[in-house]
């Protein structure tokens, strides 16, 4: 008998439980097929929202990665707002709030253990909107110095002299001194000389300027010829060339011609160089 009472209430509290979650899903019914329409008809028009944000934003921002990051992050916050209005319809207000507050917490911590790519992506969109240098320049920062291949987000990749590929982080590009050697479209060489104290420095003077006019990558702007030193075995002066040199192939090969025809002028002029 105290066995087929023990079922008997079990039974009884099995039924009631079922008969409370049977009239909470009841009296949820409406909210829920109205969160399902909700989300419906979100997921719908973010979808389409997409789509066109992709045709507005490419139009306006000539770079891809960056594009695609607005138009994630936007697409993010419309999920976030058709979600909790779905959250909201289903009186799951605490959830909202909780959700809200792990997300300020999550976002905080996030913040801290990764600030250094943080401090990288944030640097690559101010290079991307600034525009210092673009693909096919030639940049030095720091100690890197080479022919910018593509400019990510987050890194610069440039090809350097000795034909090797180095990741630049932006960090590192936003937050030192930047030379860019191609924009101006030409670079002054200041190439150093000696010559003998026997030598006439008026004649030195007007020979080297004259022969430097034969380098075939000279700018517009006249060369310049200043001494400058009294050295032990000669007189040093600065020849100032401005060439025609965006890249670097073509500055080393100014510098080239000045040599060798400022040596060949000063042999036929018996110029000495000690």
């Given amino acids: 008998m105290l066995m087929n009472l023990d079922i008997d209430n079990f039974y009884k509290v099995i039924t009631e439980k079922i008969e409370r979650w049977i009239n909470s899903v009841i009296e949820i019914l409406p909210n829920l097929l109205l969160a399902i329409v ?21 139009r306006f921002v000539k770079y891809k990665n960056l594009a695609n990051l607005l138009i994630s992050i936007i697409h993010l916050l419309l999920f976030g707002i058709v979600l909790f209005s ?11 709030t909780t959700l809200l507050a792990g997300a300020g917490v999550l976002t905080l911590a996030l913040a801290f253990a990764f600030q250094d790519i943080a401090a990288n992506f944030v640097s690559g969109v101010f290079i991307t909107f600034q525009r210092p240098f673009r693909a096919g320049e030639t940049i030095q920062s720091k100690d890197h110095y080479g022919i910018v291949q593509i400019v990510h987000l987050r890194h610069t990749v440039i090809k350097n002299f000795q034909g090797q590929i180095v990741t630049i982080p932006n960090k590192d590009i936003f937050q030192n001194a930047l030379i860019n050697f191609t924009a101006l479209g030409r670079r002054r060489l200041d190439l150093k000389v000696g010559v003998s104290y026997g030598d006439d420095l008026d004649k030195v003077e007007s020979i080297t300027l004259e022969a430097v006019k034969q380098v075939s990558v000279l700018a517009d702007r006249p060369p310049q010829l200043f001494f400058d030193a009294f050295g032990d ?17 073509t500055f080393w090969q100014g510098r080239s011609e000045a040599i060798k025809y400022i040596k060949k002028a000063f042999d036929e002029n018996n110029i000495t160089i000690p």
Avoid: C, N
């Fill in 86 to 96: 779905v959250l909201k319809v289903l009186k799951l207000d605490g959830t909202v």
């Fill in 233 to 249: 075995s000669s007189i040093e002066f600065t020849l100032l060339l401005w060439l025609r040199a965006g890249d670097q192939p």
């Fill in 38 to 58: 909700i989300l419906i008809a979100g997921l719908f028009i973010i979808k389409h929202v997409r789509r066109l944000l992709e045709k507005v934003i490419s």
